[in-house]
Nanobody, 124 residues
Framework: QVQLVESGGGRSVQPGGSLRLSCTAT?????????MGWYHQAPGKRRELVAG???????NYADSVKGRFIISRDNAKNTIYLQMNRLKPEDTGVYYC????????????????WGPGTRVTVSS
């Protein structure tokens, strides 16, 4: 019932540059997620959380992006964003949008929803 779609990637950015990624729920509402986040998967590496946002507005960032990336939410647009500043070559990879929610049928077991990902390349 919930579909997440990322946008804003698919282009190359020079080191030190900025880029904003968007994740829109084309079905359902992001307000139903107890938490959302952005995951980064570098080539040959595992997928890792770089920025998280709880329903209460608490943010969490990986040390590698702290001070450079900002996660935000716009409920009216059913969208979360990842503002990436002072990009580094190691930021290169696929970024996935994630949403976690509980169902009425099983309120104790969370379920994750994922977007298909969007590619970011940071290179000179």
């Amino acid at each position: 019932q919930v579909q997440l779609v990322e946008s804003g990637g698919g282009r190359s950015v020079q080191p030190g540059g900025s880029l904003r990624l968007s994740c829109t729920a084309t079905s359902g509402s992001i307000s139903n997620f107890v938490a959302m986040g952005w995951y980064h998967q570098a080539p040959g590496k595992r997928r890792e959380l770089v920025a998280g946002l709880t329903e209460g507005g608490t943010t969490n960032y990986a040390d590698s992006v702290k001070g450079r990336f900002i996660i935000s939410r716009d409920n009216a647009k059913n969208t979360i964003y990842l503002q990436m500043n002072r990009l580094k070559p190691e930021d290169t990879g696929v970024y996935y949008c994630n949403g976690r929610k509980f169902s009425n049928n099983d309120p104790k077991t969370p379920r994750d929803y994922w977007g298909p990902g969007t590619r970011v390349t940071v290179s000179s």
